[in-house]
């Protein structure tokens, strides 16, 4: 009988079947669900099993073993009611596109003050040096106020 020798290729891993427990990472897996309570009442007792939080925040601080929850360290969602709200949640793809140039202050000059001045030219409501007769509360502003205005919450300078 003639046996023909054929190559082969093996596509088991080279460790003949044993695993990297290392890269699969169970954080809070090990002991008992009473060892468990244990450690989380009294961490101390096992500082070389810390308590995995995966990222989140403690709400309170930890003075002399006893846990103080603060109210100002809980998170607040803010969600504002929509009632009545005539914008969809859900854009389609077949929305057209809208392409808008840069807004400059040119522009914002002439959205607020241009009508105005043009107004007050044109029926003669303005001073030598350009000043307005009838100044409107904008125009009234001194420098201090209109720089603390434009940095108020909502104004929309950021």
């Known amino acids: ?28 897996k ?6 468990k309570q244990r450690r989380t009442a009294n961490p101390a007792l096992y500082p070389d099993m810390p308590i995995d939080k995966r990222g989140v925040r403690d709400t309170g601080v930890t003075v002399d073993n006893r846990f103080t929850e603060i109210p100002e360290m809980i998170p607040e969602l803010i ?32 959205a607020l003050y241009a009508q105005k001045i043009i107004d007050d030219w044109k029926s003669g409501k303005l001073n030598e040096d350009g000043s307005p007769v009838e100044p409107s509360a904008d125009e009234a502003l001194s420098k201090d106020e209109a720089w603390a205005k434009a940095r108020k919450t909502g104004s929309d300078i950021f």
């Open 30 to 35: 090990r002991g008992t669900r009473i060892f």
């Open 79 to 110: 969600v504002p009611a929509l009632d009545g709200c005539k914008f969809k949640p859900y854009v389609s793809y077949k929305a057209p596109d809208v392409v808008q140039s840069e807004f400059t202050s040119q522009d914002l000059f002439n």
């Open 1 to 28: 009988m003639f046996f023909v020798i054929r190559r082969s290729i093996s596509t088991t891993a080279a460790l003949a079947g044993k695993k990297n427990f290392r890269k699969f990472l169970l954080y809070n």
